[in-house]
């Protein structure tokens, strides 16, 4: 996460810069002040970590002129602007040019810690998720497809960089969505296999009275119908990989066949009394429980331990909530390009919303909403979608989805969490309380 940077004060009169340096110091908030504005645009980049607060009227360059030149050197720039009664017109005008929030005189020291706290929060969020885009793009091969920057994801391809090259046959387990094919498949392109098929099996997509046929092959006159010799999918996959998904809806009695297969490296033909020899690895997935369906007689158990030589476990996106902003702008990029469209700009807020909510459908529903996000489809109530509202409605919005977020990235822990949104325990306190926010919510459960 980016460091705050320092909030940079401009106003031509003296005692009004004291006393604001003197207000954020006493908040422990960095200030940095300036009698012209002149002075304070070098400072103002697209990586600079703080904020600017400027007074509307002062000699020479005035603050609508420096507002509209740091939005020059960075649209996302947030800009305070301190107004006299009489400039608050003025001053609305220039929230609608892009200005983050005015402040009029005289203002409680409250009101400017506050303006400049909610800021900042900003400024670290926005150059955050540019970061995560800047990585998001150079994730180029083998393991490009598990993409991730949690050390649960970092566990899972330290796993697969640790087996890929052996012929230890893998187990892959892991909920609905969560990327098991994906890990097999990235398992194969980095083993020496790479080169030689990857043959994909859904196990419960084929059909009751073929399945034996579609594995094995079958010799003519096996059963009615077989006019011809055909070679079965583990044939197909000689001196490659094959990746046998949802095994667990196997038959009883393939799987007896499958043991076989799996001990002796050889299949027989339906029809045939020959034994064809394969050089192939097996990797298996199931989001279900083996060993619980082993133990009730739905699975065999000595299959089981033929087949786990290796176990990698693919997290749910609850588990990693940290790479879910990633995985958002990345599923985005994709259906801009299925769509031929250019990429949209996804807000810090949606990404808040996103990050906070819980995907059943793991990774598979998030690239559906980055589908319907690319699509401009509504969301139906979903919260990963921008509220409407006045400017109050959604910086409140905006808030309450940050330290939602930053709760779940910290499972709920108060300290990491306020140490990240730079606020006080107090202030955290408060906020949760006024946003109905509930810690337990965001705590990992042991179970």
């Known amino acids: 996460m980016t460091a705050p940077g320092p909030a940079l004060f401009v106003d031509d009169e003296e005692p009004l810069r004291i006393a604001a340096q003197q207000t954020l110091e006493l908040a422990d908030l960095d200030c940095a002040c300036f009698d012209r504005a002149a002075s304070v645009l070098p400072k103002i980049t697209t990586d600079f970590p703080g904020i600017l607060v400027t007074d509307i009227r002062m000699p020479g360059m005035d603050g609508t002129a420096l507002l509209r030149a740091a939005l020059q050197k960075d649209p996302e720039f947030p800009v305070i602007l301190v107004t006299g009664h009489g400039d608050l017109e003025l001053a609305v005008g220039m929230m609608r040019d892009g200005g983050y929030d005015f402040i009029e005189k005289p203002y409680a020291p409250e009101r400017l810690v506050d303006a ?20 998001v793009t150079p994730l180029i091969g083998a393991m490009d497809s598990l993409r991730g920057f949690s050390p649960e994801m970092e566990t899972v391809r330290r796993q697969i960089r640790t087996v890929a090259n ?21 398992l194969h392109a980095a083993s020496k296999r790479a080169d030689r098929p990857f043959v994909s099996i859904n196990c419960a997509a084929l059909p009751a009275d073929l399945i034996e046929s579609e594995l094995f092959g079958h010799e003519p006159g096996a059963f009615a119908g077989a006019t011809r010799a055909r070679a079965g999918k583990f044939e197909h996959a000689r001196w490659g990989t094959v990746f046998l998904d949802e095994i667990d809806s196997l038959p009883l009695a393939l799987q007896a066949k499958l043991l076989h297969a ?4 050889s299949i ?6 020959d034994w064809i020899d394969l050089d192939v690895r097996f990797v298996a997935a199931s989001k279900s429980d083996l060993e619980a369906a082993a133990a009730q007689g739905r699975f065999r158990s000595d299959l089981l331990y033929r087949l786990n030589v290796v176990t990698i476990r693919m997290p749910s996106l609850a588990a990693r909530r940290q790479d879910i902003p990633m995985l958002f702008l990345t599923f985005v990029g994709q259906m801009a390009d299925r769509y031929d469209q250019s990429v949209p700009h996804v807000p810090g807020a949606v990404l808040d919303a996103i990050a906070a909510r819980d995907w059943p459908g793991n990774a598979r529903e998030l690239r559906n909403a980055a589908e319907r996000y690319v699509l401009g489809l509504p969301e139906g109530g979903e919260q990963a979608m921008p509220v409407a509202g006045t400017l109050a409605d959604r910086v409140a919005e905006h808030e309450r989805a940050l330290i939602a977020a930053s709760l779940a990235a910290n499972a709920g822990r108060l300290k990491d969490t306020y140490e990240a949104l730079g606020i006080s325990r107090k202030a955290l306190y408060e906020k949760m309380q006024r946003h109905g926010l509930d810690r337990e919510a965001f705590v990992e459960s042991d179970g």
């Open 268 to 273: 027989s033909r339906l029809g045939s009394h």
């Open 166 to 186: 052996s012929d230890a046959d893998v187990l892959i387990v892991g909920d609905t969505g969560t990327g098991k094919g994906l890990a097999a498949e990235a």
């Open 116 to 135: 400049v706290r909610r800021a900042l929060a900003l400024r670290r969020l926005t150059l955050e998720n540019r970061r995560l885009r800047s990585q």
């Open 262 to 265: 799996v001990e002796t490296r």
